[in-house]
């Protein structure tokens, strides 16, 4: 099996090996910590990727996203802020176990169920990918424009509470992605007689900027209004208290597992996220529940659900990425801009062009699972505890300047700085008024390979545009992505009813 070769691959080197735990380590670290996104930390390593092997490279960046996920969680538990989206489900039940005293046994659970959730979704991505790629490898420009169009449409609708906002932020992305030279005909576009803009915008500044100074911008706007925010740990002495009994990990197994299918199969879908993963997955385990009065008072069950779900969506999530060569997530878009800087081919012949690197990659996420299992079971009170005596005017401004170095380090231009500024306010505005930066980072990641595929379906059809509807898959793809839009657009409309029913009342 390839996957036996990837641990083989993995094992033998021993710089690999390293960068597996030491970037797990990092994620729960990073994810742990209120306020500092793993999408951010991701975005400000991405420029350290340049000088490193491409499979360290990915490696890095994959387990801390792995790491990172369960990292939200210890936050979530212990101070009643979530560290990631994802975990914004999980301080509902765990930071109720926290005030009665069972801090233990809150992060015990969680950590379990997130490797759990992790591991099946792993295993989907494993032995689904390559399935799915014998399948899309048989595919043309044209049902690959409709793909992209597909992805725009879902991850614009989707990502967010505004479809519209969504929408114009894809466009958005599209529109910045356009600048620089025209792929075919070799002219410039949108570069305003700037020589710097002849070659486009460079990834990184615009993901560093996005990501990592507009967070820290509404940090500082959120300190500047609530004050300082100081952490305290209500402790037990009872040792029972922070124990996980065989009983109480059987009420979770079927939990776990449920949370974990749905994780996984909303991994799959583009745009949708863990923190959908998880809130989904939650209600339903509430609503099977026999005591659903329970839930939300501090119940375990209420931490296995969410974490299993929210984990269980980092592996899938790669599925679009490798079989089709659309991101289904920020992290997913970040470790394809990494690819395509060490010149990796993202798509379906991934698995014959790069196969070994990829089944690496694969063993490397499950080595990944274990590292950070054993962090999270031994030491997630320690490092919450630390993380609490760390004061956030010291954090942030080390982040700053640490977001400086990154944009500049890349090619040395001061350009790069002034456009990850410029692209910060972007960023801070976006999140500020409810546009999603995630669909307009992955756009921008996008938008060339759509332009080629549009540019190369019109050249097979002489021109015509009917050519993506005389295609059968082509049009498929198209007609779900109408779909998508159809019953986003429904369900926002049924969400404002019964607000309004809501209000009246």
């Known amino acids: 099996m390839d996957i036996i070769y990837g641990f083989i691959s993995l094992f033998s080197n021993p710089t690999a090996i390293f960068t597996v735990f030491a970037a797990a ?25 340049y000088y490193l092997d491409p499979i360290i490279a990915l490696i890095a960046l994959y387990v801390i996203g792995k790491a990172g996920r369960f990292g939200g969680s210890i936050s979530a538990v212990l101070f009643n802020t979530p560290g990631t989206a994802g975990a914004a489900a999980t301080q509902l039940d765990g930071y109720p176990l926290t005030q009665k005293g069972q801090t233990g046994k809150a992060l015990k659970v969680s950590v379990l169920a997130s490797g ?53 932020s894809s466009l958005f992305g599209i529109l910045i992605a356009s600048v620089g030279l025209d792929p075919v005909s070799g ?3 949108f570069d305003f007689g700037d020589v710097n803009l002849m070659s486009g915008f460079s990834l990184v500044p615009l993901l560093v900027g996005t990501f990592v100074i507009s967070e820290v911008l509404i940090q500082a706007q959120r300190s500047a209004s609530n004050g300082a925010v100081g952490y305290k740990i209500p402790t037990s002495e009872d040792p029972d208290s922070q124990r996980l009994s065989w009983s109480e990990i059987k009420r979770c197994i079927p939990v776990t597992l449920r949370s974990s299918a749905i994780g996984s199969f909303i991994g799959i879908l583009p745009g949708l996220g863990s ?61 394809m801009g990494v690819m395509l800087i060490h010149g990796i081919q ?39 505890r630390t993380i609490a005596k760390i004061p956030p005017r010291l954090i942030y401004p080390t982040v700053f300047i640490l977001a400086f170095l990154a944009a500049y380090s890349v090619r040395s231009s001061l350009f790069d700085v002034l456009v990850m500024l410029i692209f910060g306010g972007v960023g801070y505005v976006m999140r500020r008024y409810d546009y999603s930066v995630a669909a307009f980072i992955i756009s921008f990641v996008l938008a060339k390979g759509a332009e080629e595929a549009f540019r190369q379906s019109l050249l097979i059809s002489d021109g015509s545009l009917l050519i993506f509807v005389e295609r059968p898959v082509a049009a498929v793809f198209l007609s779900l992505g ?24």
Do not use: H
């Not at 990073?30 to 975005?43: D, E, Q, R």
């Not at 159809?486 to 029913?501: E, H, P, S």
């Open 346 to 384: 993202v798509g379906p012949t991934i698995f014959t062009t790069s196969k070994d690197l990829i089944f690496t990659l694969f063993a490397a996420g499950l080595v990944g699972i274990l590292s950070y299992v054993i962090i999270g079971y031994y030491g997630s009170g320690f490092i919450g």
């Open 275 to 335: 923190s959908v993963a998880a809130f989904v997955s939650y209600g339903e385990e509430k609503r099977r529940s026999k005591e659903p009065e329970k839930w939300g008072t501090g119940i375990i069950e209420g931490v296995a659900a969410p974490e299993s779900a929210n984990n269980a969506v980092s592996g899938p999530s790669m599925i679009p990425l490798l079989t089709l060569g659309v991101p289904g997530s920020t992290i997913a878009a970040m470790l």
């Open 187 to 189: 002219s410039t576009r």
């Open 116 to 168: 759990c959730g992790d591991f099946f979704g792993d295993m989907l991505l494993i032995f689904g990918a390559t399935f799915i790629a014998s399948y899309t490898m048989k595919l043309g420009p044209p049902e690959y424009l409709a793909i992209y169009v597909m992805a725009f449409i879902v991850i614009g609708s989707v990502v967010g509470n505004s479809i519209l906002k969504g929408l114009i």
């Open 482 to 505: 109408v779909i998508g839009l159809g019953l986003r657009v429904r369900q926002a409309y049924k969400q404002r009813q019964f607000n309004k029913r809501l209000t009246q009342s």
């Open 25 to 49: 380590i990092v994620g729960v670290i990073v994810g742990a910590t209120p306020g500092l996104t793993t999408a951010a930390a991701i975005a400000m390593l991405v420029p350290v990727t």
